[in-house]
């Protein structure tokens, strides 16, 4: 395979796309070898057709405001790849949102659905819609205008959306109030439902428990645990709450969460009735986290800032794409970091991770460490198809040994000569072996 000339030929096509390009870069030099293994990937063009989605659509979506004015947002779905399974990703509502941001995070969800052992293939949406500010009214009208237009392509086995930044449960609800109009049908076409119309317990904290879970076996591979470790997360959305929940159930401290505006210190550990906060903080469609100061006042506020400059043991990036940069790295490695676990999608830049395995700390990339959302949606899918519903002990313990599964496939695939364990280059050499193959058995289509 010939990286280079496949990199350039794509930075031709889809010119400043950057975060595209790099989520494709990454996976590409983390396979060459596996590729250049098996000749039959490269003359069945696999490589050539996994990096290009299958098809993009994209739509205006007009709504009025609560004081009469029209607005006109971008819509867009990504059906990236459905050799083994229906299409499956979030829908992401940020004005930030556009088709480099969405592509990068179709193709990752091929990988991590993958990862994850369930039938689901890999599609991402989203708009560029700021949920920030916005009465509960506009969100709904402004959701009724997407799935508008959406509802023809996507379907329980064509292709099944759920939140990510921006989309929660309120913002699930509105939209599947109105598929279910349109389409006069009640099924599982999307997840994240409530839990009285077809959604599963666990889902809401299923992203940040099985990022914890997943650290809890990283840190097992050095004979270490969770207990006394000092957490440091960032965000402080769905993931960040369930990742805070889990590793403070676990014995660790956690210590930091951050918003666009700065980060928190609470030295105390945020815990108890602090992570519920949380919950308040998110609801209030504000982009701030200065409010749990005041709330608690011996946490610190530091305007600005990345929580990377906090002494930790265990690092979770929670909030966004690169949001950990080479110099946040370095003063992690200073600071005695053991462990880097991504509950968000690409959130250390490629010089962040470069750092990482150059100083052995253990690093875990999203798309292994954050597949229990994902995969939770997976098994809200199979309960959703069989008519009922598990109890929130048997999705855990179902999430918990998916979580060890992708561990060990990652430590299967990415150990190196002298131990060390690459959990990038494992996640994605076993993510890809199963939709290549699945690819080369159903021809070229
Ligand atoms: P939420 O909307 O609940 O929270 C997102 C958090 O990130 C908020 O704190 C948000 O602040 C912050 N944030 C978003 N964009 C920016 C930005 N440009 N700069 C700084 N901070 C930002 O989303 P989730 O918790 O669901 O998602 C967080 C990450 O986890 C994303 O990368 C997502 O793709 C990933 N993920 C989510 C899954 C899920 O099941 N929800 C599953 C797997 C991964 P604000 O909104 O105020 O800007
Ligand atoms: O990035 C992700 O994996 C998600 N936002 C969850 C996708 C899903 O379909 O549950």
Known sequence: MDLEK????????????????????????S???VVNENPQF???????????????????????????????????????????????GGLRFHPSVNLSILKFLGFEQIFKNSLTTLPMGGGKGGSDFDPK??????????????????????????????????VGGREIGFL????????????????????????????????????????????????????????????FGNVAWGAARKATELGAKVVTISGPDGYIYDKDGISGEKIDYLLELRASNQDIVKPYSYEFPN???????????????VAMPCATQNELNKEDALALVKNGVMCVAEGANMPSTPEAVEVFHDNKVLFGPGKAVNAGGVATSGLEMSQNSMKINWSAKEVDERLHNIMINIHNACVKNGTESDGYINY???????????????MLDQGIV
């Open 31 to 33: 396979i060459e070898d």
């Open 176 to 235: 599947y109030g109105m598929y279910k109009k349109l389409a006069r049908e009640h099924t599982g076409v999307l997840t994240g439902k409530g839990i009285n119309w077809g959604g599963s317990l666990v889902r809401p904290e299923a992203t940040g428990f099985g990022a914890v879970y997943f650290a809890k076996e990283m840190l097992a591979t050095k004979n270490d645990s969770l207990k006394g470790k000092i957490v440091a997360l960032s965000g």
């Open 424 to 438: 990038v280059k494992g996640a994605n050499i076993a993510g890809f072996l199963k939709v290549a193959n699945a």
């Open 42 to 88: 490269e003359s069945a063009g696999i490589i050539e057709r996994i990096i290009e989605p299958d098809r993009i659509f994209s739509f205006k979506v007009p709504w009025v405001t609560d004081d009469g004015r029209v607005v006109v947002n971008l819509g867009y779905r990504i059906q990236f790849n459905n050799a083994i399974g229906p299409y499956k």
């Open 133 to 166: 500010g916005k009465s509960d009214a506009e969100i709904m009208r402004f959701c009724q205008a997407f799935m508008l237009e959406l509802w023809h392509s996507i379907g329980p086995d064509t292709d099944v959306p759920a939140g990510d930044i921006g």
């Open 299 to 313: 946490a610190i506020f530091v305007q600005g800032k990345h929580p990377w400059e906090v002494k930790c043991d």
């Open 6 to 29: 496949i990199m350039n030929g794509l930075e031709q096509k889809h010119p400043g796309e950057k975060e595209y390009l790099q989520a494709v870069r990454e996976v590409l030099e």
